[in-house]
């Protein structure tokens, strides 16, 4: 049985999945002999505070101040947010725990990415993915990427010096741009860029003492401009297309950055999967968009609708699933529009498909998948 499966044959109230995470948060401390903190943000439900923000700062900072021990492991999911925010959290962390690494089996973008990166390790699951860290600068009306922006500058600079003349329209375009304008967009984009060349070569690159393939001893040079590589790919926006875009391990290992397998330890596997699934069902079945959770405290942001009295208490319209082969291990993605029939096309573009009508879908390794208690926990979500 896959775990969402699992977990909604056992239908737990929102009061005992949350007694579960704190479970789950310690069952891991156990294994890895760390502190864990597990902080999502439900990157479905359109919450204004679901960004990362400096309130979600000194949440982390109230939860951990005390905590004794050394090393932290930090469970992450969030579609980004400030910069400033992520900055302020990565100080902190640094400041408090010797050892600091981070757990990424959902989405971590965008600053998330940036705080991700200034992990002495990255442990990522198959299911895990980072984002591309280029800022996005509100200009006018419009938020866009700063590198596309300082690309289209340069560009045109180069144009200029070339031909000595730009066509009218570029002309009348660039005469609409103010001197703070453009430093503000340039900032933006050293800013990301400055952190994390900082913290890789300060933290992930710390053990890297001599290169794999002649032995030659690693100086802080070296690491610099490894680090600033891996930011360059990291921050270029023609490369990943899109804000948003999903980066995952064999993208990561591509660029230069040495990421731990989750899938490689079963137990632990295990113990993040679970994690994972507990989450989902939180945000999907409560007002719930943003949690904080420890095996010692733990808590959770509801976004709560306007009531009158004839106004029925607000359900999810979306339920997005995670069913996992037993056999294989293979994970398959889907959604349920519960408000209307009909596809979600934000969900479609990351890799969801509408959950089958059928009973059992049968895996790519062969194994039947039963759906038929999935689907009565669906229909009761729908009465």
């Known amino acids: 049985m896959d775990l969402i499966s699992e977990y909604l044959a056992k239908k737990l109230n929102n009061q005992e999945l949350e007694a579960e995470l704190a479970r789950l948060a310690e069952e891991y ?16 439900k359109p919450v204004p505070d679901i960004a990362l923000s400096m309130d979600d700062y000194y949440q982390i900072y109230a939860m951990l101040k005390d905590v004794e021990s050394s090393a932290l492991d930090f469970y992450i999911e969030t579609p980004g947010g400030s910069g400033e925010a992520a900055e302020e959290i990565v100080r902190f962390l640094r400041t408090k725990f010797e050892n600091v690494n981070f757990v990424v089996s959902g989405e971590s973008k965008s600053a998330g990415t940036l705080i991700v990166l200034s ?34 500058i340069t560009e045109k600079y180069d144009e200029a010096n070339k031909n000595k003349v730009l066509n009218p329209l570029d002309a009348t375009m660039i005469a609409q741009i103010s001197p703070g304008e453009l430093k503000l967009v340039f900032n933006a984009l050293k800013f990301a860029e400055d952190l994390v060349v900082k913290w890789l070569s300060r933290y992930k690159f710390k053990n890297w003492t001599f ?7 690693v100086t802080k040079k070296m690491r610099k401009d490894r680090a600033s590589k891996i930011v360059d790919d990291l921050i270029n926006h023609g490369r990943w297309r899109s804000h948003g875009r999903s980066i995952k391990i064999e993208d990561l290992e591509d660029i230069g950055l040495r990421i731990n397998r989750i899938d490689d330890d079963k137990h632990m596997a295990e113990i993040v999967y679970r994690i994972q699934t507990v989450i989902r069902l939180l945000f999907a079945n409560s007002n719930t968009y943003k949690l904080f959770v420890t095996q010692d405290g733990k808590t959770f942001k509801n976004a709560n609708p306007v009531k009158t009295t004839n106004q029925p208490l607000m ?40 959950i089958p009508e059928d009973d059992k879908i049968v895996c790519e390794c062969g194994k039947e998948l039963d759906l038929v ?8 979500l729908m009465v």
Not at 29 to 44: E, S, W
Not at 316 to 341: A, F, M, R, S, T
């Open 315 to 354: 359900k999810p319209d979306v339920v997005d699933l995670e069913i996992k082969c037993e056999k294989c291990g293979k994970i398959y993605h889907y959604y349920k529009n519960l408000k209307e029939d009909k596809q979600i096309p934000e969900l479609d573009k990351k890799g969801y498909s509408p």
């Open 373 to 380: 208690k999935v689907h009565e926990e669906l229909k009761k």
């Open 211 to 217: 290169t794999e393939t002649r032995g030659k001893q």
């Open 119 to 152: 992990g002495d390790e990255i442990w990522m699951s198959n299911s895990g993915s980072l984002g591309p860290i280029d800022a996005q600068v509100r200009i006018g009306r419009t938020t866009i990427s700063a590198f596309d922006y300082m690309e289209w």
């Open 29 to 44: 401390n156990k294994l890895r002999n760390t502190y864990l903190l597990i902080y999502a943000g439900n990157i479905v």
